[in-house]
């Protein structure tokens, strides 16, 4: 029984390796090519964006207030 | 000597958090002062991201890959070279083991473990580099949670690995980590309107989501309720991190609160941009919409860039804004957890302030800590700003990323899919996610609309 379990459950590591293998290394460089997809991630590289960057301490730039705002601000119109 | 013994070693999980935290934050800026630049040190031009630590080089994460998950372990340069990114996992390796001999458990027992969850934490940064993944914004924590998620439910974990399992240790490390990137100065950045547009929508929203899902949909996990308020209404990942650990939410629970948040923030990321144009919005307007709106930070600059540099500059600062808020509302809901949720009507009477601090994640006080000693650094000049930027941005970012990677891998291996199954099915985290995100984007709107678009009117006229 506990070998029978120990094949099954290597069974199950294979077989989720060799889905992970085929999405990662098949399908999604595949999708890159795919139009839309090439011009987002082009676009994201060109301007240096990190669009998986989870605060912002993690941007490729640091956001700082941008030095035109501050001569457009009014506090009334 | 044996008492001196118990009273240095078995320390609270919270305790021992604070304790290696607040110490890798202190090494950070004492050696990044050591090594401060002998010119221009207050230049922001010279140093974008702050004062280059040489810390920098001992902690490095998978980059990113197109088409050969061996180009993740590739340097700028193009090299081949595992070598920061090895140091990385030993950093992770070293504080699982800390964290054991602090906690008086078995060093040895721990090792093994906390080896092999590195190496789950590398598999799941390298499956997050690659580019459709990172570049729509999938980020690692939900790589991380389906490793682990795949590994404990089809393999199952083994003996020898569950006493390195310290996923909650890990995570509450690395929150007092984070304390020192949380600067409270960041929150006066675009000053007023900014302000108005983060601090009027952010609390409202969070709070009318909390008792939405409380009161009008009865869930029954009020920590629930909260984490996924404050991930929609802060900053998603990172919010909904430092939010579950001061509720005490349960793994399955911030579990479901992240991977909804980022599936909901790549629709937002690729909707609302044509949505702005075709509403024919202001970029600046927008900008500040997505800000508030988007949860996650990447995909709010990414979202702002394609409407324009001006609209990426306000959405960011905007967005920075709210991060800004993390530390005040992870401390606030600690406090009210604390004092008011988790408090016994049938217990002993104590005073109220005594009872909430009894209960209160003494971890939070860690963050805190970081987040106001970094923030009075900071603001006390040019060169002590880049001191800070260049500690955090150059190492301590990085190491509370393998943190918090491997983290999840450890509450992925710890989590049943039959656990997840009852919140999935009954669809209520996902309508109060919806309803949550709902009034956050009518809110936002309407105050960035009368702050940028109004009382200020200037800043959207050329």
């Known amino acids: 029984m506990t070998l029978w379990s120990d094949r099954l459950a290597a069974l199950r590591l294979v077989a989720g390796a060799a889905i992970m293998s085929a999405v990662w290394c098949g399908l999604l460089p595949r999708l890159l090519s795919f139009a839309p997809v090439a011009r987002h991630v082009r676009l994201m590289e060109e301007r240096g964006v990190d669009p998986a960057a989870m605060y912002y301490t993690e941007l490729e730039r640091l956001p700082l207030p941008p030095p035109w705002l501050a001569d457009r601000v009014v506090l009334w119109p | ?462």
């Not at chain 2, 989501?209 to 802060?234: K, N, Q």
């Not at chain 2, 923030?265 to 919005?281: E, F, N, S």
Request: contains cysteine; charged residues 15%; proline residues 5%.
């Open chain 2, 1 to 462: 000597m044996k008492a001196v013994r118990q009273r240095i070693f078995g320390l609270h999980e919270d305790l021992a958090a604070v304790v290696i935290g607040l110490g890798i934050v202190l090494l950070a800026l004492a050696v990044t002062w050591q090594a401060r630049p002998a010119s221009d040190a207050g230049s922001r031009e010279r140093h974008p991201k702050g004062w280059p630590t040489p810390l920098a080089a001992t902690v490095g994460t998978p980059g990113a890959w197109a088409e050969a998950p061996l180009d993740a372990f590739r340097d700028k340069q193009g090299n081949l070279g595992v070598g920061p990114i090895a140091l990385g996992m030993g950093w992770m390796v070293a504080i699982v083991v800390a964290g054991a001999a602090l906690g008086r458990r078995s060093v040895r027992a721990c090792l093994p473990g906390a080896i092999l969850l590195a190496g789950l934490a590398c598999l799941a940064y390298v499956l997050s580099g690659q580019k459709v993944i990172k570049y729509y914004n999938l980020e690692y924590p939900l790589w991380a949670l389906a490793v682990g998620l795949f590994v404990g439910n089809a393999v199952g974990v083994p003996r020898w690995l569950a006493p390195a399992l310290a996923g909650e240790f890990l995570i509450k490390t690395g929150l007092v980590i984070f304390g020192a990137e949380v600067l409270v100065s960041r929150l006066l950045a675009l000053g007023l309107p900014g302000l108005m547009t983060a601090w009027i929508v952010t609390p409202v929203v969070l709070v009318a989501t909390y008792l939405f899902g409380v009161h009008v949909m009865r869930i029954p996990s009020r920590a629930l309720c909260m984490t996924l308020s404050a991930d929609m209404s802060v900053c998603g990942v990172s919010a909904a991190i430092a939010t579950g650990a001061a509720c005490r939410a349960k793994k399955e629970e911030l579990s479901l609160a992240i991977g909804l948040s980022l599936f909901f923030t790549v629709i937002m990321m690729v909707a609302m941009p044509p949505v702005i144009r075709w509403m024919g919005l202001d970029p600046i307007l927008g900008g500040a919409w997505i800000g508030g709106t988007i949860d996650a930070t990447g995909a709010v600059v990414a979202a702002g860039e394609s409407l324009g540099k001006q609209a990426g500059e306000v959405a960011a600062t905007v967005k920075m804004i709210q991060n800004s808020m993390i530390g005040l509302i992870a401390f606030a809901v600690a406090v009210y957890w604390a004092g008011w949720v988790e408090r016994d009507p049938a217990g002993p009477r104590g005073t109220l302030a005594g009872e909430a601090w009894r209960r209160f994640p003494r971890f939070i006080l860690g963050f805190l800590a970081a987040s106001l000693v970094c923030s009075w650094l900071h603001a006390l000049g040019p060169e002590q700003a880049l001191w800070v930027d260049g500690a955090t941005t150059g190492f301590t970012v990085k190491l509370r990323g393998w943190l918090f990677c491997t983290g999840f891998v450890c509450m992925g291996l710890q989590t049943s899919f039959r656990e997840l199954a009852p919140y999935l099915a009954s669809g209520r985290p996902v309508v109060l996610y919806l309803a949550g995100q709902t009034l956050n984007l009518v809110l936002t709107l309407a105050v960035a609309s009368l702050t940028f678009g109004w009382l200020f009117q200037k800043a959207v006229e050329p």
